[in-house]
């Protein structure tokens, strides 16, 4: 549905999400980036729907060090950002502010940001636990 990105497959996107996709590759301490951005022309320009990350890099081992990744990233505080655990087809992650983030394995990680108002939590929360590996050699070349 969402296409691969970085060896996964982006297995949903909720309806409503469309216009122009983005592809980028970044690094920000010493995590690798691969992105996907919906994004659709407003009034005011433009707007982000929707933006899947697969992320990569050794000081991911656990959810409680992707977790402290994401708020420095983002510049939040770890110990304050309301967050909720979820299970959603078979994985957990955690969930709030627009934002739901899982690790799939030490080291590589997803992480779905959306507009709230496009976007509801089951719907990001669904949009995480369906972006799984491909079956492709790209997987490890990341």
């Known amino acids: 549905m969402g296409g691969e990105l970085g060896g996964f497959l982006i297995g949903y996107v909720p309806a409503g999400v469309d216009g122009e996709v983005s592809d980028f590759a970044s690094e920000w301490e010493g995590v690798r980036f691969r992105t996907r951005v919906w994004e659709r022309q407003v009034a ?14 050794g000081r991911l081992g656990t959810l409680d060090e992707l977790r402290d990744f994401l708020a420095d990233y983002h510049e939040r505080d770890a110990a304050t950002w309301p967050l909720t655990e979820f299970t959603e087809g078979g994985v957990t992650g955690l969930v709030g502010d627009g934002e739901a ?8 990680a997803v992480d779905v940001r959306a507009d709230p108002e496009q976007v509801p ?3 990001l929360r669904a949009v995480a636990a369906g972006v799984r590996p491909a079956a492709t050699p790209e997987r490890t070349a990341d």
């Open 44 to 57: 005011e320009g433009w707007r982000v729907d929707l933006r899947v990350h697969v992320l990569r890099g």
């Open 101 to 108: 983030f899982r690790l799939v394995e030490p080291g590589v």
């Open 121 to 123: 939590e089951p719907e």
